[in-house]
Nanobody, 123 residues
Framework: QVQLVESGGGSVQVGGSLTLSCAVSVSGSTVSMAWFRQAPGKEREGVAT????????VYADSVKGRFTISQDNADNTLALQMRSLKPEDTAMYYC?????????????????WGQGTQVTVSS
């Protein structure tokens, strides 16, 4: 069983920064960890993923160079550092974990989800 709890969301102005954190409680093994986001009226989209066994990461084109996904094994957290935030980054952000490999930015590839944390970027 896996439990995920996000924190760190909030309101920020355009160009600002935020760091999201996901506390991961795992009793099994995960092969991929990811951040997704969902804006009102839009589909949930993959933002970034990290493969714990290799350390490899993948990013959506829309956030490449601005967001960084990382894992802290000491306290079992997954972080998403967000810089140069834009209004279009406004969304509910979700932490996800998968126990089987799949397409990284498909939500069907992840079987555990957190409750989400809201990020609002205003101009």
């Amino acid at each position: 069983q896996v439990q995920l709890v996000e924190s760190g969301g909030g309101s920020v102005q355009v160009g600002g920064s935020l760091t999201l954190s996901c506390a991961v409680s795992v009793s099994g093994s995960t092969v991929s960890m990811a951040w997704f986001r969902q804006a009102p009226g839009k589909e949930r989209e993959g933002v970034a993923t990290l493969f714990p066994r290799s350390g490899n990461t993948v990013y959506a084109d829309s956030v490449k160079g601005r967001f960084t996904i990382s894992q802290d094994n000491a306290d079992n957290t997954l972080a998403l550092q967000m810089r140069s935030l834009k209004p279009e980054d406004t969304a509910m952000y979700y932490c996800a974990a998968g126990t089987m490999y799949g397409t990284w930015n498909r939500k069907e590839s992840y079987n555990y989800w957190g409750q989400g944390t809201q990020v609002t970027v205003s101009s």
